[in-house]
Structure formats: C-alpha cells, structure tokens
C-alpha cells in the first residue's frame, strides 16, 4: 500500500502511475461505496473511472489532508449524481433512496440550504452529534444515512430487531434535529 503523500506527489507531476496505485489502494473501497449507493456493478465501477478522472483534474490544485477521504466524498457525489440520473430514467428504488427520505426529514435540501457555509455547518453539527452517541447508535446511524445499509442488514450485522435498528435511527435523528434547531440550523 503506496502512502498518500506519495500518490498526491505523483498526481502533482502529473504522473499517471498514480491511477493505479489509487486504483490497487483504493478501488475496492470506492467500488463499494458507489455500489452501496447505485446498487449496479456497473455503475459503481463507472463511478470508480469517474472518481479517478475527478483525482486527475483536481489534484492540483486542490491538496486533500486525507486521500481517503477525498476520493470517499467523489465517489459518493458520483453515485448519486449517477443514481439520480437513473432514477429519474427508471424511477427504481433503492436503499439509497429510502434513506434519503428518511435523513430528508431533518437535513434541508441542497437546495433550500443558502450557503456552502450553511451545509458545512449542518456536516460538522452532525459530526458533532454523533462523537457524542454510544458506539452502537452511532454505527448504526453512519451504516444508514453514510453507507446506505438496508435496515435489515444493519438488524443481522448486530444481531437485533429490524424495529431496534429503526427505533435507533429514529432516536438519532430526533437529537439531530433537536441539536440543529438549538443552533439555529433550521
């Protein structure tokens, strides 16, 4: 496993043996991620080429502190640019969307939050929130609304009820909810 910085080095001598080392370092983590969200192989791995042209173009001159992260965050953008496409061609349903709706309920839509600045703020009360829960609550949020895992998955991976793990969510987002409207968020 090639260390980050030394990806980042070659992307910024434009040197594509870069590619491949994201590829071998990372494709199966991206690959998952878009497929979690698309729920197509074939889709997630044109994700994972859309992710690594995105890499390309992007570095430099943007520098991020964690690959990982980065290419994470382009991949998921990539999914659900790709899934709201075929959803809008196919109108098919998917984990994806069922989780949408449900984080729908507390989170605004891009579109009604004003700022970048906004979003960020709404991401980090979130990221905030959640360092605060018990482990198990905040797994089985970041499986959800992160992850985009079935309930039922999520039920079998702890080995409760289906109705534990909504109850659980529910819980979450009602705190959520509650932390951003005492900041002032909604």
């Not at 990982?68 to 496409?85: D, F, P, V």
């Not at 449900?102 to 970048?116: K, M, R």
Request: with cysteine; aromatic share 6%; charged share 30%.
């Amino acid at each position: 496993m090639h260390h980050d910085s030394e990806i980042i080095a070659l992307l910024q001598k434009r040197d594509e043996a870069a590619l491949e080392m994201i590829r071998s370092g990372y494709g199966k983590l991206c690959r998952q991620l878009a497929f979690q969200i698309t729920g197509s192989r074939e889709d997630a791995e044109e994700c994972v080429s859309d992710t690594l042209m995105e890499v390309w173009r992007s570095i430099p001159p943007n520098e991020p502190a964690s690959l990982r992260a980065y290419l994470a965050a382009l991949t998921r953008r990539n999914a659900i640019s790709r899934y709201q496409h075929e959803r809008r061609l196919k109108r098919g349903g998917s984990q994806f969307a069922a989780a949408l709706d449900e984080i729908a309920e507390i989170v605004p839509a891009a579109e009604t939050v004003e700022t970048e600045l906004e979003r960020r703020e709404l991401l980090d009360q979130t990221a905030a929130l959640l360092r605060t829960l018990p482990d198990r609550e905040k797994a089985i949020f970041l499986q959800r609304y992160y992850l985009a895992a079935s309930v039922q998955s999520i039920a079998a991976q702890f080995g409760i009820t289906q109705n534990a793990v909504k109850l659980s969510l529910r819980r979450t987002r009602k705190k959520l909810k509650e932390a951003f409207e005492k900041e002032g968020l909604l």
